[in-house]
């Protein structure tokens, strides 16, 4: 489904400028959870932008079903670690979910209304859809963003650090929402992530990213059930090994000698 070729980003020109990525290739393939993890500041957020065609390459493509990106396509969705300032603050829950479909000339009122309520039952707030973002907690708010990405249905969702601000119960039950949300509309996830476990526990691979000017150090491969379980997932053999392999990889490039 995605292909990223070559892909490399500097910020700035002459003696100021910043390389951010130097070259990444990989590719996605349809219903993949494939999870980033790096180290802070190596440019985990620029790639996600980059690829999701908010920010223009410096060098390399991305490639959605086979055609070169230029500008956000339509059936691509991005959930932002800022959920405050991604969501409208003079909307209600449910005209912040509503808002991405109002330009689908397909979809009749009825439609898009049975999209929002479809969308925010599955993320718990169907009791708050009267209520405004600065009434809810950060973890029902980061509710609202995602449930306004799965009203778009969009063929690949891009999320940066979706639940680095909220408490560990909400966290856990957002992760068993994006393996839902994958298991039953076929979704595939592209999600960045500084939670080694987290990656783990939601990825089919993980892409172990280098300090900056980035490159993909190593891709694993997780071979755990597609079934998981918060607990009993966490605790298996299999599951320790792997968030051991990345934990190493992460340690051998922060300590690696940068030029």
């Known amino acids: 489904m995605l292909d990223v070729l070559e892909l490399g980003h500097t910020y700035g020109t002459g003696a ?13 393939d349809e219903g993949e959870i494939v999870c980033i993890v790096g180290p802070s500041g190596c440019g985990k957020s620029t790639l996600l932008r980059t690829i999701s065609g908010l920010i223009k390459p410096s060098k390399g493509e991305v490639k959605l079903h086979d055609k070169t990106i230029s500008g956000t396509p339509g059936d691509l969705a991005v959930v932002f670690q800022d ?12 005209g912040n979910v509503e808002f991405p479909l109002r330009n689908n000339s397909e979809l009749t009122k009825a439609q898009r209304r049975e999209r929002v309520e479809e969308a925010l039952s599955w993320v718990g707030l169907s009791k708050a859809v009267n209520k405004y973002p600065w009434q809810l907690s950060g973890g029902m708010q980061q509710r609202v963003s995602i449930a306004r990405a799965l009203a778009y249905r969009p063929a690949l969702m891009l999320m940066d650090e979706p639940f680095a601000s909220v408490d560990a119960q909400t966290r856990g039950d957002l992760e068993d929402l994006v393996l839902r949300v994958r298991e039953e509309h076929g979704m595939t996830i592209l999600l960045v992530t500084h939670d080694i476990d987290e990656s ?25 059930p597609r079934e998981r379980d918060q607990i009993i997932t966490r ?8 968030r051991g392999e990345v934990a190493r990889l992460l340690k051998h490039t922060e300590l690696a000698p940068q030029e």
């Not at 100021?16 to 996605?28: C, G, K, M, P, Y």
């Not at 959920?83 to 449910?94: D, E, I, N």
């Not at 605790?235 to 792997?242: A, K, N, P, T």
């Open 200 to 224: 783990v526990y939601l990825a089919d691979r993980v892409l172990v990213l280098s300090t900056a000017p980035t490159t993909v150090v190593e891709t694993l491969k997780v071979g755990l």
């Open 235 to 242: 605790e298996s053999e299999e599951f320790v090994h792997l």
């Open 83 to 94: 959920y405050g300032r991604s969501l409208f603050p003079w909307l209600k829950v449910t």
């Open 16 to 28: 100021t400028a910043h390389q951010a990525i130097e070259e990444i290739s990989f590719r996605v």
